[in-house]
């Protein structure tokens, strides 16, 4: 496979080619920086862990040179930690059998400014996968490499003829959670089974928990505390759940506003507290 950037690399567990790989995959998760995909689509590994007839593959589209680095890793240069980064992505794809695992390699910096180049690399990589469902940051985030990438993929879906569009595209957690969207609006994944998957999968990034950044535990308490606190007045039917946006319906109108289509969710979600408080006044 060609990749623009040098330093991109592919793996694949089970040995087959990259080709292969790429074009089976069911379930594709675009994610800013190794470590994100398993916080935020930990739903289509789950979709696709242990099966033949659905594959998912992880794109990471920046080189992990800029991340911050304490205690094992405190002398490393930016680049020994790309590279301890790649392997951790890597190590992620093995225990959660992905497709492929693939890096693109790109300056932080190139993620957050319109990028011809990375949109074209990513519709390249969406039409060769063809999947159903796709899997990226949420327009809320916080982070802009987060945000720049999810705009990044959007545009990159949006390049492409409706047919080779996928059926769903899901804005999801890392950087700021769901919690806050109206119930209507949330898109809930139910990842309640194979927690110790889920903790295997986050636990191989070493380099980021290491400094004090609990990422493991943080991310298994967001999925805990919305199951918990997801209904107030029924028990708890699942263990874990993730939210979602779902961006899907900006995929079916190109002339749709992406600020406009998370503004409405704030809207509503103002709408619904402003009215409970009028109700009960
Ligand atoms: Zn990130």
Redesign the pocket.
């Known amino acids: 496979m060609d990749f623009r950037n040098p330093g991109a690399q592919v793996y694949v567990p089970d040995g087959a080619t990259p080709s292969v790989a790429v074009s089976r995959t069911t379930h594709l998760a675009i994610g ?2 190794q470590d ?1 995909i398993p916080i935020m689509a930990y739903d289509g590994i789950l979709q696709c862990f242990g099966r033949d007839d659905r594959w998912f593959l992880g794109v990471t589209v920046t080189d992990g040179s800029g991340s911050p680095r304490a205690e094992l890793y405190a002398d490393y240069t930016d680049e020994q930690m790309r590279t301890v980064r790649a392997v951790e992505e890597n190590k992620a794809a093995f225990v959660g059998e992905y497709s492929a695992a693939i890096q693109l390699d790109y300056p932080s910096a190139e993620a957050k400014k319109p990028s011809d180049g990375l949109v074209r690399e990513l519709a390249n990589l969406v039409a060769a996968a063809a999947p159903e469902v796709v899997y990226t940051h949420n327009l809320a985030d916080k ?1 802009d ?2 945000v720049g990438v999810a705009l990044r993929t959007l545009a990159a879906i949006r390049s492409l003829p409706g047919s080779a569009r996928p059926e769903k595209l899901y804005g999801c957690e ?1 950087w700021r959670d769901l919690d806050w969207m109206n119930d209507e609006d949330k898109v809930v994944f139910d990842v309640s089974v194979h927690g110790n998957l889920a903790a295997a999968l986050i636990g191989v990034y070493d380099s980021q928990i290491a400094g004090g950044k609990r990422y493991d535990l943080a991310t298994e308490g967001r999925r805990l505390a919305h199951a918990t606190y997801s209904a107030s007045h029924a028990v708890d039917s699942a263990q874990a759940l993730i939210y979602g946006m779902d961006l899907t319906p900006l995929l079916n109108d190109d002339e749709a506003d992406v600020s406009d289509h998370v503004a409405g969710h704030i809207r509503r979600m103002q709408e619904e507290i402003s009215d409970r408080i009028d109700r009960l006044s």
């Open positions: 800013a920086h994100d982070h490499t987060h890392v």
